[in-house]
């Protein structure tokens, strides 16, 4: 069951593969160009394998940061239906006094307790972290990134 203490989801293959390997990767290509010029030694062919580096370095990062842009966008779209579905009225409004991280976190509350703590969130201006930990009937997520 999914709650607070557990929420927090790592895709091994980004986290603990790709990204750690990239990154590797890209150090030892420094420090072949750092000792290169140390040395003396022509140091071109380094500096072109610095640039493929870096671009491999930053190809995982970016990844993660279009999959996470995607999925802040399908949250507000959740969020407003969610709260269609238990008011009958736009969740516009709301959202204008919300923080994203604010949304994101509320996203986690049972339909008994959203509206609630929406009216809490605004009120208190609560954290994300506060919000989290402030829902009982947390409801899972399983699915993202």
Do not use: C
Not at 54 to 66: C, E, K, Q, V
């Amino acid at each position: 069951m999914q709650n607070y203490k557990n929420h927090s989801r790592y895709y091994p293959f980004h986290h603990f593969v790709l990204t750690p390997l990239t990154l590797v990767y890209f150090v030892w290509t420094l420090v072949n160009l750092i000792s290169a010029i140390g040395s003396g030694v022509q140091a071109s062919e380094q500096v072109y394998h610095l640039i493929g580096a870096t671009i491999l370095l930053l190809l995982p990062l970016l990844a993660r940061i279009y999959a996470l842009k995607n999925q802040d966008r399908i949250i507000r779209l959740e969020m407003r239906q969610r709260y269609f579905e238990l008011t009958g009225s736009s969740f516009r409004e709301k959202e204008r006094k919300l923080r994203l991280s604010q949304i994101i976190a509320l996203r986690f509350a049972g339909d008994n307790e959203l509206l609630a703590l929406i009216e809490r969130t605004i009120k208190e201006g609560l954290r994300s972290k506060v919000i989290k930990q402030s829902i009982e009937n947390w409801q899972e997520d399983k699915r993202r990134v």
